[in-house]
């Protein structure tokens, strides 16, 4: 059994049966991609899996205990984190008040933005984040403005932010999208660390399949709203039903 579990799931959108009987085991420890053509259901899989959309059938649990219907702090309390495909940070913030933020959450899942003043004098909020800066190589850019980054370290800043709440799971949505290349391989190498380092899994989807086959150890695949087939990188890359998902190529 995986540390997510994923049960015969169907989400049906008026007339679109968006997934139909979604059966999903990631490992724990693992790194899980989950690909598939456009309008595959990937992202409303997703959106299944963070509580964020519940399910008309089936169940998503972690660690034996289901993610449906709570709202989004409470799955950051199970040890979930969630990267969507555009960086959220708060541009009109440094890199070190960004990373701040998630020492000065709530219980509840709320925030100040004004206490960030406040706390200044507190160095163990500050050398929590300037800790989890250097983690993510961007003690230099400590005081530029978050809006200012590149993309890539902009996506590099909010996964340091997820980081710092010391997931159990981390999902990522198509974190590479919109990245020059050096920026995607740069992205590539710090999640390997991340695995390599920490005890974390990792689901991700992505449609870059240079990103998908150096990062994932399983893959599952989706089609029509179906998993089509899931297996370990090297029986994917050659398998025809995943090149007749793709190509249109009879298999």
């Given at each position: 059994?995986?540390?997510?579990e994923v049960k015969n799931?169907?989400?049906?959108?008026?007339?679109?049966?968006?997934?139909?009987?979604?059966?999903?085991?990631?490992?724990?420890?693992?790194?899980?991609?989950?690909?598939?053509?456009?309008?595959?259901?990937?992202s409303t899989l997703l959106n299944c899996l963070v509580g964020k959309l519940i399910?008309?059938?089936?169940?998503?649990?972690?660690?034996?205990?289901?993610?449906?219907?709570?709202?989004?702090?409470?799955?950051?309390?199970?040890?979930?984190?969630?990267?969507?495909?555009?960086?959220?940070?708060?541009?009109?913030?440094?890199?070190?008040?960004?990373?701040?933020?998630?020492?000065?959450a709530k219980r509840d899942g709320s925030f100040e933005l004004?206490?960030?003043?406040?706390?200044m004098?507190?160095?163990?909020?500050?050398?929590?984040?300037?800790?989890?800066?250097?983690?993510?190589?961007?003690?230099?850019?400590?005081?530029?403005?978050?809006?200012?980054?590149?993309?890539g370290d902009k996506r590099r800043l909010e996964i340091g932010m997820c980081l710092s709440q010391e997931p159990r799971l981390l999902l990522l949505d198509e974190p590479t999208a919109g990245m020059a290349r050096a920026d995607t391989n740069n992205t590539?190498?710090?999640?390997?660390?991340?695995?390599?380092?920490?005890?974390i899994t990792i689901a991700i989807i992505e449609h870059d399949m240079h990103v998908v086959f150096s990062l994932a150890n399983r893959i599952t695949v989706l089609a029509q709203g179906t998993p089509l087939v899931e297996d370990d990188p090297e029986n994917i890359r050659g398998n025809p039903k995943v090149r007749e998902a793709y190509l249109g190529e009879s298999a």
């Open positions: 059994m995986g540390i997510l799931v169907g989400k049906r959108f008026g007339g679109l049966q968006a997934l139909s009987d979604v059966n999903l085991s990631v490992r724990e420890n693992s790194v899980h991609a989950i690909i598939g053509p456009n309008g595959a259901g990937k399910p008309d059938t089936g169940s998503v649990m972690f660690d034996g205990q289901s993610v449906l219907g709570r709202a989004p702090y409470e799955i950051n309390q199970m040890g979930i984190s969630r990267v969507f495909q555009t960086p959220e940070i708060f541009g009109d913030l440094s890199v070190l008040e960004n990373m701040m933020i998630p020492c000065l004004n206490a960030i003043a406040n706390v004098s507190q160095r163990d909020i500050i050398e929590t984040a300037e800790r989890m800066l250097e983690e993510m190589n961007m003690a230099d850019k400590r005081h530029m403005n978050a809006a200012s980054l590149s993309r590539i190498d710090l999640l390997k660390q991340i695995s390599d380092e920490r005890s």
